[in-house]
């Protein structure tokens, strides 16, 4: 952002107010000496609010003042500026955002001895999530201005006919009026019913066996057009368990585990937010007659004040373009539920009192997720479609642009494969010593819903809304709805090949921890008893994939994945220092210092990886590429797209000076410390 010192000087007075309670209870009825029931129930509640930032509406421009030329003599020399000059920081405000959860969980434990013994337990509970947001810009939006410009048309709007081209435009260009909102309340309900046996049917043979059901209902915003999204019975969510360990030799020093499961997760409420009611996003095109209808005091325009003429459908009742439309009808009739199987099998072996070791093998395997799936509708907007992908009404990806060829949609695919090793000693002088040791790889083409393909670093200047930080995250955290599959475009490479796999995002091949800790007593008296507890480690980088942006803002994986190699190393040290006194034999006093990266190491963990200027959401459509043409089965040359941008054939250049440097670095040294009195 190019702003004024002025305007952000704002950005001081912003922070927040977060009040959150938690409330839990448990209940144990013995009900025979093999038999007891065990109720629990909880509530959680938060609640945030942003403060501090400036009631008034951005003023944003998306072209220089120089644009106008000798026109430019009409405008205030305060208000002339480049691109991405404003009157204020662009901020959304959460004015109140509650989100609650209350459960209540049901279990009874039973003791039977029959071919071996048999620890049975069964269950039954509920959980209850509520969401009620009201999250906007300060008045309602924002503006965004395009001095000298002409309003290119989109869509349906009136301005594609080149016979009106000329009233798509006021004196001084046009500007857009950017209503968005997210507003609503909903909840919905999860239920369980499980039951487990731990079988031990010789003293060296165990089993462990579990089935579980879960009921899920997806919830909506807008309960007036339909009551909910879509849901789970139970009868779709079944998750079978099943774990073996034995003791080879009767004496507990080598034991063999294995375990398998299928874990279903709970689809996110961002999905409920962005397509079943909660989310608003109309723009208003109108023309720029005045140099002065922008005044940045604030006092010229305002979303009840919106002068010019409308361009996007003039004559018609149709006055701005509806980037928000609902989703209950675009749903696959057969959607199932989300699942994941998890694998592993190893053994632990103690050579003495002192000194164990362990080896794992871990599989980890995504079987199906939901995702919207997106295509571009006759206004240029992306529509979607939620289903699992490539299966059922999702096998086909609908083209844009030159493709003609059929898509086949890729499935999801998310596997690790780890080995684990773990090393423990205890020494004498009260020094002991865990070590570790990992192995992994992570590959597919789906990072999953946290979708951390979608990073932003801070230089960027843009951010990801999150609960619990005003000021956004540099992670978007999607829940179901990744950009993975918005458009045909972001499934291919620059050389035609479709879907994009490989080492994902968060892939750390090798990890290697030691973590120490060193008891110091002195002497008999109430002195207490000190301990340090060091713990050092070290990892292998992060994969990082170029980035190319389009003209539809989406973020291309020209090269395939991995093409800028890793990260650096990733290192550093903590070290937790602990003291506890002993006032009586049942009162303690203790007090900590944990200290977090102790020695400042900055390590980098991200390459600034956008090859053309405006990626990340920025925005600087002079240097997207634009694929409406492209047959992507064929491929195409982005370095030479880039270069023909608007940008690139000027002084300025469209590839991004930040390309491949070191863009995150981890948190530098972080201490806190606490007080704990036990009685």
Not at 178 to 194: C, F, K, Q
């Amino acid at each position: 952002m190019v702003d004024t010192l002025a305007s952000s000087v704002i950005n001081k007075q912003i922070g927040y107010f977060n009040p959150k309670s938690s409330m839990s209870g448990e209940i144990n009825l013995t009900l025979s000496n093999r038999m007891v029931l065990t109720v629990r129930g909880g509530r959680f509640w938060d609640n945030f609010k942003d403060t501090g930032i400036p009631g008034n509406s951005a003023v944003e421009y998306r072209t220089p003042t120089s644009s106008l030329g000798a026109l430019e003599a009409n405008i205030a020399p305060t208000e002339r500026g480049g691109v991405s000059f404003s009157n204020t920081p662009r901020l959304r405000q959460r004015f109140s955002e509650i989100s609650t959860r209350s459960m209540i969980q049901a279990d009874l434990g039973v003791n039977v001895d029959m071919a071996g013994n048999h620890d049975l337990k069964l269950g039954t509970g509920t959980m209850k999530n509520v969401n009620k947001v009201d999250d906007a810009y300060p008045s309602g939006g924002y503006f965004w201005m395009f001095w000298g410009s002409t309003f290119p048309g989109v869509g349906t709007s009136s301005c594609t006919q080149a016979a009106n081209a000329a009233n798509c435009r006021g004196t001084y260009g046009y500007y857009e009026y950017n209503e968005l909102a997210t507003r609503g309340t909903t909840g919905a309900s999860i239920g369980n019913i499980y039951a487990q046996d731990r079988w031990k049917i010789t003293p060296r043979l165990t089993l462990n066996l579990g089935l579980r059901f879960e009921k899920e209902t997806v919830p909506s915003f807008q309960r007036q057009v339909q009551d909910f999204a879509f849901k789970f019975d139970y009868t779709d969510k079944i998750a079978p368990r099943l774990g073996i360990a034995y003791d080879a030799f009767g004496d507990g020093r080598l034991k063999i585990a294995g375990s398998w499961g299928r874990f279903y997760d709970w689809v996110k409420y961002e999905l409920s937010r962005g397509t079943f009611g909660a989310e608003i996003w109309n723009i208003y095109y109108r023309t720029l007659d005045s140099p002065n209808a922008f005044g940045l005091s604030g006092t010229a325009i305002n979303p009840a004040n919106l002068p010019g003429r409308d361009i996007w459908n003039p004559g018609t009742a149709t006055r701005f373009r509806n980037r928000r439309v609902y989703g209950f009808d675009h749903i696959d009739p057969e959607i199932k539920a989300m699942s994941s199987d998890a694998l592993n099998a190893g053994f632990d072996y103690q050579f003495n009192n002192n000194t164990a070791f362990s080896a794992y093998y871990v599989f980890n395997k995504l079987n199906r997720t939901i995702e919207d799936i997106g295509a571009l509708d006759a206004n240029g907007d992306e529509t979607y479609f939620y289903g699992n992908l490539g299966e059922g009404d999702s096998t086909v990806f609908p083209a844009s642009g030159g493709t003609r060829q059929s898509i086949p949609t890729p499935k999801a695919k998310r596997t690790y494969n780890a080995m684990e090793l773990e090393f423990d000693r205890r020494f004498s002088g009260g020094w002991s010593v865990n070590s570790s040791y990992v192995l992994s790889r992570l590959y597919g083409n789906y990072s999953g819903v946290a979708a951390s393909e979608e990073v932003r670093p801070p230089t960027v200047g843009v951010t990801s809304p999150s609960v619990g930080d005003s000021g956004g995250t540099i992670v978007r955290q999607a829940g179901n709805v990744n950009r993975a599959y918005d458009i045909d475009e972001l499934l291919f490479d620059s050389k035609g090949n479709l879907d994009v796999q490989g080492r994902l995002p968060t892939d750390r091949p090798h990890q290697f921890k030691i973590y120490a800790a060193k008891d110091l007593n002195w002497g008999t008296g109430r002195m207490g008893r000190t301990t340090i507890s060091p713990l050092w480690s070290i990892a292998s980088g992060t994969p990082m994939t170029t980035y190319v942006t389009s003209t539809n803002q989406t973020e291309l994986m020209v090269n395939g994945r991995g093409d800028m190699g890793r990260t650096p190393l990733l290192s550093r040290t903590d070290v937790n220092v602990n003291h506890q006194f002993s006032i009586t034999e049942t009162k303690k006093l203790s007090f900590e210092f944990n200290m977090e990266n102790l020695f400042n190491q900055k390590s980098v963990r991200y390459l600034y990886n956008y090859y053309n200027r405006g990626g990340g959401g920025a925005v600087r459509a002079t240097s997207f590429i634009n694929l409406a043409t492209t047959d992507l089965f064929k491929g195409y040359d982005y370095q030479a797209l880039v270069a023909n941008t608007a940008d690139g054939r000027a002084a300025v250049g469209a590839k991004d000076p930040r390309y491949g440097m070191d863009a995150i670095w981890s948190p530098g040294f972080r201490g806190r410390f606490g007080v704990k009195f036990t009685f």
